[in-house]
């Protein structure tokens, strides 16, 4: 349910529902139906990012081009950082004890 009330995916139905609005009685112009096309592709990208979001939190592989890639390569990082840090006290908590 948190999904499907992510910013982006409600900016893009409200966009959607005001461009019905205003091309409702319009004549079919080439301006009309870039507005439509451009409309489509931020509900694909709204969309695309929800799907990113939902894979991340349950640790599926992300696309590298998704935000949330560069999101899961920083824990990558801190997590690696985290164990290089803990390995190293060890071997010298361990080099102490001799």
Excluded at 41 to 70: F, H, W, Y
């Amino acid at each position: 349910m948190r999904y499907l009330f992510s910013t982006g995916l409600v900016a893009a139905i409200s966009a959607g529902v005001s461009l019905l609005r205003g091309t409702r009685d319009e004549p079919i112009t080439w301006r009309v139906v870039l507005s439509w096309l451009s409309w489509g592709i931020t509900l694909s990208l709204a969309i695309g990012a929800v799907v990113d979001m939902r894979r991340e939190r349950t640790g599926k592989l992300v696309d590298a081009d998704s935000p949330q890639s560069v999101k899961k390569a920083k824990k990558a990082q801190r997590l690696q950082f985290k164990s290089q840090k803990a390995l190293a006290d060890a071997q010298h908590h361990a080099k102490d004890r001799r």
